[in-house]
């Protein structure tokens, strides 16, 4: 079965820009969505069609695919924005999830 | 604009089925581009898809539960259901309905909007 791998965490000072990443075999051939969970809520659609944004998402949300990872990027990280991050792709019929990234701002 | 609710026992015995309803509101079910889905996220853990249905109430499921999973729609009420049958406390979850949008390129289609979430745990 299809695999995506983030790493468990990712640290970023505020104002500066977080990187994460999902590795899956041949990923750039897929679509990658993100995904944002904050504490005790439900998910919310950050990135679609690996970089474009949905209404209401601020710019500084950012979303590359190639080769074999997609990346999400936040630029000028601010606190409001530590939460888990999760990757999303399609394999064939099948949604497949990322373990998921905590993304500390500090 | 369109909400979804998540509506069902919070307690299930083991070996029984765990049913859970989801309501959509605020729009059809049954109009745009659109089909519907069931994720679950035990405490502490990632998402996990189990599936989704088209309005048409064609089907796929994860492969890990297809055995034990049925989801069907009712376009009447405007609702779309799940069944996992014999469970145990690994199915032990919140679980979330969402909407998931068709977009033109094949296999981009996103979970764009979900519901609050229902907590169901698994024990005698």
């Known amino acids: 079965s299809y695999e995506l791998t983030q790493p468990p965490s990712v640290s970023v000072s505020p104002g500066q820009t977080a990187s994460i990443t999902c590795s899956g075999d041949?990923?750039?051939?897929?679509?990658a969505s993100w995904y944002q969970q904050k504490p005790g809520q439900s998910p919310v659609l950050v990135i679609y069609?690996?970089?474009k944004r949905p209404s209401g998402i601020p710019e500084r949300f950012s979303g590359s695919n190639s080769g074999n990872t997609a990346t999400l990027t936040i630029s000028g990280t601010q606190t409001m924005d530590e939460a888990d991050y999760y990757c999303?792709?399609?394999?064939?019929?099948?949604?497949?999830f990322g373990g998921g990234t905590k993304l500390t701002v500090l | 604009q369109v909400q979804l609710q998540e509506s069902g026992p919070g307690l299930v015995k083991p070996s029984q089925t765990l049913s859970l309803t989801c309501t959509v509101s605020?729009?059809?079910?049954?109009?745009?581009?659109?089909?519907w889905s069931w994720i679950r996220q035990p405490a502490g853990k990632g998402l996990e898809w189990i599936g989704r249905?088209?309005?048409?109430?064609?089907?796929n499921y994860n492969p890990s539960l297809k055995s034990r999973v049925t989801i069907s729609v009712d376009t009447s009420k405007n609702q779309f259901s799940l069944k996992l049958s014999s469970v145990t406390a690994a199915d032990t979850a919140v679980y979330y309905c969402?909407?998931?949008?068709?977009?033109?390129?094949?296999?981009?289609?996103?979970?764009?909007?979900w519901g609050q979430g229902t907590m169901v745990t698994v024990s005698s």
């Open positions: 999303q792709a399609w394999d064939s019929s099948t949604a497949v």
């Open positions: 249905i088209y309005t048409s109430g064609s089907t």
């Open positions: 605020g729009g059809s079910i049954s109009s745009g581009s659109y089909y």
């Open positions: 969402a909407r998931v949008t068709q977009q033109q390129l094949r296999g981009a289609d996103p979970f764009d909007i």
């Open positions: 069609q690996d970089a």
């Open positions: 041949k990923l750039g051939d897929k679509y």
